[in-house]
């Protein structure tokens, strides 16, 4: 999208100028005036897309100026910034048809929700709106990075999704590990030490490639790099990674930090994985606690319970009754099956196609696709019988 600034703030330009090469398609500030008056006296040849306006050090008078620019550029989509609050500003600029006003200095994810209600008004259309679900584990060995991984790569062999599996461990991430014997060119520190530079094409030269269609962007391997990553660097990798994939997966660990709050607040679904032991429910409980106090719509969160046995002391039953949230899919206990996975760094769905396992990710692919369960283990006979053949 091309866009038209009018402002005398070069920092402003440089944040803007660093904002738009982040999104999808990208913002680019094809030119500048420095005042509404050399706007209108000299007008763009090629009129563009969007027009900002900065006007925080607009003079009142000025305010018919907004006006004839509106006339001047009556295709443009029209966006205020501005750091006080002008009634008379406020009410030309509606007139002239300024479809956003933001604050001045700018709240990045304000500016970005704006661009994006801008470039559907323009007919902008992104490539996907991909869902982020978040895995989450409630106690250490949970298997929420097993679930992860392997419900990715379920992902994308079954149901021909684009998939990427993003690594929030602060300290000591191997998600990679767990599907690729590939090691990381990228890291996701890495992409946030360059977030400048991140768009579609740059996001996928970085994840270690387990399919055409599953891709992993691991953490850190020093941890001393993780905090590199920033909160608003995770909103940028989030949204362009959204408009790339159809689904954005999060492997989140245990930590609840400033970096993991970012990610969960866009999330569409929380998956928080416990197996079915005092210890895990009591650590669901406060983990849920936490969810409640951040004001996350309980709906949104579903339970996955791992190495599920039937006939326990301990019920499905007795869990939803303790934690008041729903249980949406269980994992069987399928020791081996999930442990020769593990160490060979093979995706259980191609190592052992026939387990429990397997046919646990493809059932839990058709209830997050809602395809019918009958219809993804057609997909699942399809792939096993196009992998025997290919042997």
Known sequence: MRALLISRDSHLY???????????PPLHLASTRASLREALDRPESDTPQLVIVDASDADPSEAGLL?????????????????????ELLITAMRAGVREVLQLPLVHRALHEAMDRIAAAAGVTAMRDGKILAFIACKGGSGATFIS?????????????????????????????????????????????????????FLESCVVHVTPGFGVLAAADDPGHAREAKPEHIDTVLRVARQHYDYVLLDVGRQIDAVSLRA?????????????????????????????????????????????EKGGKL?????HAALGCEVVHTFPNDYIAVTDSVNQGVPVLQLSRSSAAARSLAEMVAMVTARRVQESKGLLDRLFGRLDAES
Not at 14 to 24: D, I, K, N, P, T
């Open 149 to 201: 991984t392997n419900f990715g790569y379920a992902l994308a062999t079954l149901a021909g999704k684009k998939v990427l599996l993003i690594d929030l461990h602060g300290q000591f991430g191997d998600a990679a590990l767990y599907v690729s014997d590939q090691k990381p060119a990228m890291t996701l520190s890495d992409v946030c030490g360059q977030i400048a530079r991140v768009d579609g094409p």
């Open 315 to 319: 019920r499905l039953q007795d869990l």
């Open 14 to 24: 440089a944040e803007l100028a660093s904002q738009g090469a982040a999104r999808v």
């Open 264 to 308: 969960l607040d866009v999330t569409d679904t929380i998956y928080p994985v416990l197996q079915l032991a005092l210890p895990d429910i009591r650590d669901a409980r406060r983990l849920l606690d936490i969810f409640r106090s951040l004001g996350y719509v309980l709906d949104n969160i579903r339970l996955i319970v791992n190495r599920y």
């Open 67 to 87: 006006e004839r620019l509106g006339r001047q550029y009556p295709t443009s989509q029209l966006m205020l910034l501005t750091d006080q609050h002008q009634h």
